[in-house]
């Protein structure tokens, strides 16, 4: 499933004004996003100019690149919780370690996470 509608109404383009870039008429973008039809790669690489965004985040998404990832403590080195990490935002963190009960701080997203010590 693409995001193109997801990423067109993140930059507040109507389906024609998309169109209109891409100088195609607006069926073609409504089939897009309809799934009735797919865009040729030239098209896809014209919106990932107009999106500012890559191949891969247009046409699988972010959240079903994310994985799920388990960190450390930086402290004790005990298995912590597991989180979230997609390509879209980072997100930031803090816990108190179960083990050994110092505190951590847990920044993931884009693709990365990355634990320190408080
Ligand atoms: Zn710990």
Not at 9 to 21: I, N
Not at 54 to 62: A, N, Q, T
Not at 66 to 89: I, M, Q
Request: proline residues 3%.
């Amino acid at each position: 499933m693409s995001k193109i509608r997801e990423y067109r109404e993140r930059h507040e383009l109507s389906q024609e004004e998309l169109a209109r870039k891409l100088d195609l008429d607006r069926s073609s973008v409504a089939k897009w996003e309809s799934g009735r039809n797919k865009p040729r790669l030239n098209h896809l690489l014209s919106m990932t100019k107009i999106f500012n965004c890559s191949l891969d985040e247009l046409v699988v998404g972010g959240k079903e690149m994310a994985v799920s990832k388990s960190v450390n403590c930086p402290h004790c080195g005990r298995k912590l919780n597991s989180y979230t990490v997609d390509t879209t935002s980072t997100q930031r963190t803090s816990g108190t370690c179960p083990s050994c009960g110092k505190r951590y701080t847990v920044e993931y997203g884009k693709g990365k996470i990355k634990v320190s010590k408080n």
